[in-house]
């Protein structure tokens, strides 16, 4: 019986046909069904049919109506938010201004003068000699008063992180009441007709002059610009609400255009609402931004800019009074002063005469006389300068009580008198300014009152007739 021959075993590995696989087929993984591959790109095959998918949408028509409309939707709500915005911000600034800003430098201006009064009283009631007129103490107590509360009105309403100006306040606070020690220290050396009250009334007057005063002009140089900075700063139109709208308005055309050519239907009603609109809040915001800009440049020009320069001028004839009753308790000639008074208060008049009334150039002329404010100012300074003159000239002949019964009197054509009234007029004057800039401002405020909530509306309902609009013409296509 002949042996059976038993196969041979195959390697592990080895193909059918004899041939041994090399290591690189070995380690390599099976192809899948369907002869993909298994690279490592693989899990981004998907992402990348459906980025091609979603573009090829885009592409279709109903894809481009839905692109086109979101874009028109996107602009037409942007430029309703910014607008809405901008005026918003435009009605918080003017209700800075008038509540904080505009306070703080009025209180500003009124330290500066009441301290030059206060020191002006001063030394006009002391070279009256012995116990001083009663109506002089109490010009003199009430400047001190007004220029305490005017401390802390200023200093309520700065802003915290102003730490000069707080600064300064609390220096002046400081400073002001060595100034008051040594007047009083004067004035009673002055009711015993001891000589030394004159050097400390010198020595208060030179604290006045060199250091209080400076840091009140300081402090009003810088809360007056600050006031006219800001008034600048909002006395343009909102040019990018203006851009925004208007090419909100543009898209809206266009995508009005592109489906009358695509579907040949001329009118799309709710787009045409959407367009109406949208012109609607452009018209809203332009009114109301060109009114609010023209009053806050009104505001700028009638009544900030009068108000800063009368206030200087008022300052500056406050330092002349201040330095004539000086003269008197140092028993200087006034000759030597002289020229430098009739410059300073020549260049007084000359401001005041710019805010006459005058009929002949009324619309290239700014007037601040409605009341006669600035018509009793000009007449004041006149019998001032007058009054003055006849004061320096009996003092040069040697007539020294005479030269102080005149500058110090409250009578008719007195120094003394004339200067109140030309003081109390300007005061007047300023008032009048400053209640032109605050008009101004509140007009500002109020032209705009209800303009961003009828603006977001207006946007609104605009996206919403984009939508009801474009819809229609998607369905047509799916």
Do not use: C
Not at 303 to 332: D, H, S, W, Y
Request: hydrophobic residues 40%; proline residues 5%.
């Amino acid at each position: 019986m002949r042996a059976r021959t038993l196969p041979r075993r195959r390697p592990r590995g080895a193909s059918v046909g004899g041939t041994t696989p090399t290591p690189a087929a070995m380690s390599a993984p099976a192809p899948r069904r369907g002869g993909e591959s298994t690279s490592p790109l693989q899990p981004r095959r998907p992402v990348r049919r459906r980025a091609a998918r979603f573009w090829n949408d885009v592409l279709t028509t109903p894809g481009r109506m839905s692109v086109f409309a979101v874009v028109a939707i996107i602009a037409v709500l942007t430029g309703g938010i910014v607008a809405s915005s901008t005026i918003t911000q435009r009605q918080s600034y003017h209700e800075t201004l008038l509540a904080e800003v505009e306070p703080v430098a009025n209180a500003s201006q009124t330290l500066y003068s009441s301290l030059t009064i206060a020191d002006s009283a001063a030394n006009t009631a002391f070279i009256t000699g012995g116990i001083e007129p009663a109506d002089l103490r109490e010009r003199y107590l009430q400047a001190i008063a007004t220029s305490s509360s005017s401390i802390i009105a200023a200093s309520q309403g700065l802003d915290r992180t102003d730490t000069e100006s707080i600064d300064q306040l609390a220096h002046i606070n400081a400073q002001l009441a060595t100034y008051t020690g040594l007047v009083e220290t004067a004035r009673t050396n002055n009711r015993v007709a001891n000589p030394v009250g004159s050097a400390y009334l010198a020595s208060a007057s030179a604290l006045m002059q060199d250091t209080i005063l400076p840091a009140a002009a300081d402090l009003y140089d810088r809360q007056s610009s600050s006031v006219g900075q800001s008034d600048r700063q909002w006395s343009s139109p909102p040019w990018g609400s203006f851009f925004l709208l208007g090419l909100a308005i543009a898209l809206l055309l266009l995508l009005q255009q592109w489906l009358w050519r695509l579907t040949a239907r001329r009118v799309n009603p709710p787009l045409a609402l959407a367009s109406m609109l949208m012109v609607a809040t452009f018209l809203l915001t332009m009114i109301a931004g060109f009114l609010a800009a023209n009053d806050n440049a009104k505001g700028l020009s009638e009544g900030a800019a009068p108000m800063n320069e009368l206030t200087r001028q008022r300052i500056n004839a406050q330092k002349v009074r201040a330095q004539e009753t000086l003269n008197l308790v140092r028993r200087t000639d006034p000759e030597g002063s002289a020229g430098e008074r009739a410059s300073i208060l020549g260049g007084v008049r000359d401001t005041l005469t710019v805010y006459l009334d005058d009929d002949e150039d009324s619309s290239n002329r700014i007037s601040l006389d409605s009341h006669g404010a600035v018509t009793e100012a000009i007449e004041a300074l006149d019998d001032w300068v007058a009054a003055q003159n006849r004061a320096d000239s009996l003092y040069q002949q040697g007539d020294y009580q005479g030269a102080i019964t005149i500058s110090s009197g409250q009578g008719q054509g007195d120094s003394g008198a004339a200067f109140e009234n030309f003081d109390e007029s300007m005061q007047d004057a300023i008032e009048e300014a400053r209640d032109t800039l605050r008009t101004r401002i509140d007009k500002a405020r109020r032209t705009s009152s209800s303009g961003p909530d009828l603006i977001i509306a207006l946007s609104t309902l605009a996206a919403f007739a984009v939508i009801v609009g474009i819809a229609p013409r998607i369905r047509e296509y799916l």
